[in-house]
């Protein structure tokens, strides 16, 4: 099986990039490491503290924020990050040729379960014509990205990647500590019979949303003529993994009762990368209105809703919008 260097050198990845991405990767081994130990590892359960989201922080959440941005700021590929789990952007070094975004835990409600958690990261160019740490510099459309990917601390630790090629599945191997890969390009088939939405906010969803859900659940007899199953993970990075493996439709839309908050998932470092692998396997992502890559940022920690998956289901539901 390829190692994980090899794979990006044949992909023409730029050195510094490749060595950004090992810096990562890094990282995510240590997280992985932790998570595997659990209870031993004395990270599970909260802290006191909030995020500027005002979420309780999980201990996991803060270790391996710090376990990122320690190593990020010290290599000398970063000009900036970006986290979840930091209020504003963090200077790395001047005239470094990237920034990288990150969202060091996804999934924390699942951390004390021992359910399915992750990190999701991307990577875009830096700005030479604003500051280093302004919040300008990750003021820029998903579709700048040269990198977006995710680490699945699973049975096993899956990395899901891609650099503006295939999405490409790696898993880790801790016989030698690297990354191999295991699925040289994945493709989301285009048609699906399986959903996945957290049920519980149906009252709160437009109208459109409440009929395109009712339709599905409606089975044989309803005007889709079929059964559609349903699956939620509670963590982004668990449910688009299984649609990249093996089709589906992911929806996280706004609720009508928090006018504020245009849907819960963060565009930065949530629905871009994950429309990013999701659009390289032949999927589609969307907000219902517009393609999220394609969504000009207004704020570090904007808010927008996601409409995912399999395209021929994505493009029904969008027509009904
Ligand atoms: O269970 P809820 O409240 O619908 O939220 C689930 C969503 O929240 C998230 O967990 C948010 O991510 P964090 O764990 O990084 O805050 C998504 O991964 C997931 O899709
Ligand atoms: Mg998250
Ligand atoms: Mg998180």
């Avoid at 997280?31 to 201990?59: M, W, Y």
């Avoid at 880790?172 to 996945?196: N, V």
Wanted: one cysteine or more; hydrophobic letters at 35%; proline letters at 6%.
């Amino acid at each position: 099986m390829q190692r994980l260097i090899p794979t990006l050198r044949a992909d023409n990845v730029p050195l510094e990039l490749i060595m950004l991405i090992r810096t990562i990767l890094a990282a995510s081994k240590e997280i992985a490491f932790r998570v595997n130990q659990g209870a031993l590892s004395g990270v599970l359960g909260s802290t006191l503290d909030e995020n500027i989201q005002g979420e309780t922080q999980k201990k996991l959440d803060v270790l391996s924020n710090q376990l990122l941005k320690d190593m990020l700021l010290s290599s000398p590929d970063v000009r900036a990050i970006a986290s979840e789990e930091e209020d504003d952007v963090v200077k790395g070094q001047d005239g470094a040729p990237y920034i990288v975004a990150f969202d060091p835990l996804d999934g924390s409600s699942n951390i004390d379960i021992n359910g399915q958690i992750g990190t999701i990261f991307t990577i875009y160019p830096a700005r030479d014509d604003v500051a280093a740490d302004s919040p300008l510099q990750f003021s820029q459309p998903g579709k700048n990205q040269v990198c977006a990917g995710y680490v699945l601390y699973g049975p096993s630790t899956l990395l899901v990647m891609t650099t503006g090629g295939p999405t490409r599945q790696y898993t880790l191997d801790r016989t030698h500590g690297g990354y191999l890969l295991t699925k040289a390009e994945l493709s989301i088939p285009a048609q699906t019979s399986e959903f996945s939405i957290n049920m519980s906010n149906f009252h709160r969803w437009d109208q459109p949303i409440k009929d395109y859900i009712s339709e599905l659940q409606a089975g044989t007899e309803g005007s889709r003529e079929r059964q559609f199953n349903m699956r939620w993970n509670g963590a982004m990075v668990g449910d688009v993994h299984r649609i990249l493996s093996r089709g589906g439709i992911f929806l996280y839309p706004a609720n009508t009762d928090e006018p504020t908050k245009p849907g819960k998932l963060r565009l930065l470092y949530e629905a871009n990368p994950m429309a990013m692998l999701v659009e390289q396997a032949d999927g589609l992502a969307s907000t219902g209105t517009d393609r999220i890559l394609d969504i000009q940022p207004s704020e570090l920690h904007q808010r927008v809703p996601v409409i995912t998956g399999s395209k021929e289901e994505v493009d029904y539901l969008l027509k009904t919008l």
